[in-house]
């Protein structure tokens, strides 16, 4: 048994399958954690969080100052340095609640506290501060700016228990200002490692913090957190509101930060989402009623104390995003690199293009289903590599398709017709051009006396060759202009076909527009080859067109064969160029390519006609150039004079023909057999058909 060998395009194919697999998985570990699976987390998490299992409230409250704080006494129309006494008596509520440890994202640079000022003003705050401090529940926050750290007070560290219970603040965003990933440990200005304000808090709480930097896990909306407004609480607390407090802070981590519509506000990673929490949450005191935080957490930033409150449930939850190797990752897009790849060698593009829309829509379902269980795949990765692939795949095949075209037209362009060419290098088309039943319209082109001529240049025979290949170029290159197929040249003539291989459903127009190209063009070639001093007589031509159904294929034998047209309505096509021997005319149509004309083209019917191997007969049309002086009235009568032919008016019509034949040839056909037509010796079964 002969062993199969792949084909050098298959084998060109499967070099570009192998390169760009092997491409892809190098390239895959350069892009490994970096932007673009920074925008797979934004892009996944608007679905992933819809499917995200559900998972319990995590202990944790964040009391804020919001909107309302402002507005409200006493802080309305108090500068905010003076505010230390009224969150001093929350601090304290909180702090008799139980709370486990309380993260201070709060920063009070100065004070009141001072000589000069009001000495004493913040002894309130400072000691609340002591005591959460001395039991170790209490982190101050402090900021890195440009220009340096913006801690509090020095006092305010003192009391908390210095820079122990002291924590940075700051947010690390990426490189587009999207705050996805959280600092686990952060550096002081002594050089020590400490943890990070979010992990201290988790530490003191009982967890075990990460001991290196995470994802923040984003798909639970924050305003589903328990929030209170800072200015609620002061108000249950001056009520003595105790159990209140007891119930919503007992054993819990509290985050006090402020929760405004300018200030202190970042990207994160729940910039697109369009998933919306409750729009209320409960209010520490029934009496101040339930206040309205969703909006605070809407739009495509939040407040900061929110993103600290989502790496404390982040980290108590254990649901930090984690990235898959990067040679898995490598493996995963190669791969579906080479899957598509070869997909599209063997799909159109259309195809191809339609298989990846379905594609990228289910990647992003599969990205987005491993992220609600915390692993990130690499979806953009995945779907750019395969958009890649797309393009650098129907780019070389769109260059080796036109390399074969090329090289079929260069090899079978001398001996086919174009159009058959253009099928055979085609290969989205059928080449096989297999045998149907088809409606074309056959036009038989011929020489006038183009046997007279070849007998006047016997002796000339490269003369003979050059007329007739100059006559026979221009008429096909004409038939070929007007969207018809040269089916072959007989000798002194060809054969055309309009509606195959290609449809054409306006198949008769085209073949008669291309009939009146044809006389008008060999004319101008008459009128240069006289101008040129040429020996050779001008010439003339004949065509026969009809129209109808026929059987185009391929006919001959397993070895060669041609495309070509059959049935009797070509042999039809072909007897009515010889009928123009009769008439004297140019170009002859059949009745059915005469229907099938629209209003305008000048034709006139010439009568009817029993043609050689045919017993029925047919009609017979001339067609007159639309830029001729046509002669409406000799049109006339020549209709008239065949009127009264049909009707037995036998003198009557064979004396309008007598006066037409003068200017008109057709009129001639019908004088003839003017001796054995009278009245007399009509037969009944006579009716006026001419034999060819």
């Not at 990426?174 to 400490?194: F, I, K």
């Not at 209010?283 to 206040?291: D, L, N, R, T």
């Not at 260069?410 to 080449?431: K, W």
């Amino acid at each position: 048994m002969a062993q199969k060998t792949l084909s050098s395009r298959q084998w060109m194919s499967w070099r570009l399958v192998v390169a760009l697999g092997l491409l892809t998985m190098l390239y895959a570990p350069l892009t490994h954690e970096g932007q673009l699976q920074r925008w797979d987390i934004d892009f996944t998490l608007p679905l992933a969080e819809f499917i995200a299992p559900q998972r319990p409230a995590p202990p944790l409250a964040v009391v804020v100052i919001d909107e309302k704080t402002y507005r409200h006494a006493p802080f309305l129309q108090t500068p905010q340095v003076a505010w230390t006494p009224f969150i001093a008596e929350v601090l304290q509520a909180i702090d008799a609640a139980g709370a486990r440890v309380v993260g201070m994202d709060l920063i009070y640079p100065t004070t009141l506290d001072r000589p000069g000022l009001v000495p004493g003003y913040d002894r309130p705050f400072l000691n609340a501060l002591h005591h959460l401090g001395q039991s170790g529940r209490l982190i101050l926050g402090y900021g890195q700016a440009a220009n340096g750290p913006i801690s509090p007070f020095q006092g305010q560290i003192i009391a908390a228990g210095g820079n122990a219970n002291l924590r940075s603040i700051n947010l690390l965003p990426d490189r587009d200002g999207v705050v996805r990933r959280y600092l686990a440990s952060v550096p002081t200005d002594t050089g020590q490692v400490v943890t990070s304000f979010a992990a201290e808090l988790v530490r003191r709480f009982g967890a075990a913090p990460p001991d290196k930097d995470f994802l923040v896990d984003f798909s639970r909306n924050p305003a589903s957190l328990p929030i209170y407004s800072l200015t609620d609480l002061l108000e249950c607390s001056r009520g003595g509101n105790v159990d209140a407090f007891k119930q919503k802070f007992d054993g819990r981590i509290v985050l006090v930060g402020s929760a405004l519509d300018v200030e202190d506000r970042h990207q994160t990673s729940r910039r697109f989402s369009f998933k919306r929490a409750a729009a209320t949450v409960e209010s520490a005191c029934p009496e101040s009623g339930p206040q309205d935080f969703a909006s605070l957490m809407n739009g495509r930033s939040i407040p900061g104390v929110f993103v600290h409150s989502a790496a404390v449930e982040t980290m108590l939850a254990g649901t930090a995003l984690r990235i898959i190797p990067a040679w898995i990752d490598a493996l995963l897009i190669g791969g579906a690199v080479v899957l598509v790849t070869l997909l599209f060698l063997r799909q159109s593009p259309l195809r191809g293009a339609a298989f990846a829309a379905v594609a990228l829509p289910v990647l992003y379902a599969v990205g987005a289903l491993s992220m609600s269980r915390g692993l990130l795949l690499p979806f953009s990765e995945t779907g750019l590599a395969i958009a890649a692939a797309y393009v650098v795949t129907y780019a070389y095949r769109f260059v080796r398709e036109q390399e074969i075209r090329d090289r079929i037209t260069l090899h079978f362009g001398r001996y086919l017709s174009p159009v058959i060419v253009e099928r055979l290098a085609d290969r989205r088309r059928d080449a096989r051009l297999d045998g149907e039943i088809r409606a074309v319209t056959i036009a038989f082109f011929d020489i006038k006396d183009f046997t007279t001529l070849s007998e006047q240049l016997q002796h000339a025979p490269k003369e003979l060759l050059d007329i007739a290949n100059t006559y026979l170029g221009c008429i096909a290159d004409t038939i070929q202009q007007h969207r018809g197929y040269v089916d072959k040249y007989l000798g002194d003539g060809l054969m055309a076909i309009w509606g195959a291989p290609d449809n054409d459903p306006d198949a008769a127009v085209h073949a008669v527009d291309a009939a009146l190209a044809c006389q008008r063009r060999v004319e101008e070639l008459n009128h240069s080859r006289a101008l040129s001093g040429a020996n050779a007589p001008s010439l003339q031509f004949r065509v026969g067109i009809n129209s109808g159904s026929a059987l185009v294929g391929n006919v001959g034998s397993r070895d060669r064969v041609n495309y070509t047209a059959l049935g009797d309505m070509v042999n039809l096509a072909s007897r009515l160029e010889g009928v123009n021997k009769i008439f004297g005319t140019s170009i002859i149509i059949g009745e059915a390519t005469r229907r099938q004309l629209p209003r305008g083209y000048i034709t006139r019917r010439l009568g009817r006609i029993i043609v050689k191997g045919k017993e029925h007969r047919v009609r017979a049309y001339e067609v007159r150039d639309h830029a001729a002086n046509d002669d409406h009235l000799q049109r006339l009568r020549f209709r008239n004079a065949l009127a009264a032919y049909y009707r037995r008016r036998i003198a009557e019509a064979l004396a309008a023909f007598e006066d037409l034949s003068r200017t008109d040839p057709a009129a001639k056909a019908y004088l003839k057999n003017r001796s054995s037509l009278t009245p007399k010796n009509l037969p009944p079964e006579w009716d006026g058909s001419l034999h060819q």
